[in-house]
């Protein structure tokens, strides 16, 4: 098999073909649960050769988060939207990356992930010793407030701060944590938050008192 036949069935598999292009959120479904797992957006800079969703979309190979669009908007909530459909699992699944998991293969790949021995990878350098104390006062505390779990971890002040997301980034990588966000009751703060920083999720606090009404 030469590459151009390598390509057109890489065209067909992954929904490329006009006649399999995704336009709806059950399309989105029935390709992630065919293929088992997906890219959101493909990678910019990644050895890794893995169909799609927004390729798929587009009916056109190459196309990345920069090629931002209308369709681009869709998928964005598709990711939210699928989970909470039940149709699929989003997160940092592959390589550190967004990508779509069919519930189906969501076991597997979880059994895969993560380290047995969390000794081991800091000895082997996968972990740096932050990490290393943020996990072990999870371990022995449980969770923990943000404030709390650095002043455990001795990474409080600002300079601690800098290192402290940088360790919780490690943790989430090695598949130590699943998924890191954020908690706060001021949707302006989590914006700012959505615009600057990686988080999986967060969580919007409503609020109403009779101050409110």
């Known amino acids: 098999m030469n590459l151009r036949q390598l ?11 006009p006649a399999k292009r995704i336009r709806t959120m059950p399309d989105a ?33 190459g196309m990345q988060i920069n090629d931002w ?13 699928l989970p909470a459909a039940h149709r699929a699992y989003y997160g940092k699944a592959l390589a550190g990356k967004p990508a779509l998991v069919s519930l189906e293969m969501l076991p597997n790949l979880l059994a895969t992930a993560g380290e047995a021995d969390l000794e081991q990878l800091y ?31 001795g990474l409080d002040g600002k300079d ?10 490690e943790l989430r990588a090695a ?9 706060v009751n001021d949707w302006g703060i989590l914006q700012r938050f959505a615009a600057d920083g990686d988080f999986d999720c967060f ?10 009404h």
């Open 160 to 169: 601690g701060n800098n290192r402290y997301h940088r360790a919780l980034d």
């Open 69 to 81: 669009d209308s369709d681009a908007e869709k998928i964005w909530v598709w990711k939210n939207d």
């Open 175 to 183: 598949g130590v944590i699943k998924a890191i966000g954020v908690g």
């Open 123 to 153: 000895t082997r350098g996968g972990i740096s010793y932050e990490a290393r104390k943020i996990y072990h006062a999870l371990d022995s505390l449980g969770p923990q407030p943000t404030m709390a779990l650095r002043a455990a971890a």
């Open 203 to 212: 969580m919007l606090a409503g609020r109403y008192t009779l101050l409110d």
């Open 29 to 61: 479904a029935r390709f992630i649960h065919r293929l088992g797992f997906c890219w959101l957006f493909a990678p910019a800079h990644s050895s890794r050769e893995l169909p799609s969703l927004f390729e798929a979309m587009k009916g056109k190979r």
């Open 7 to 17: 390509e057109k069935l890489r065209a067909q598999n992954y929904g490329i073909a």
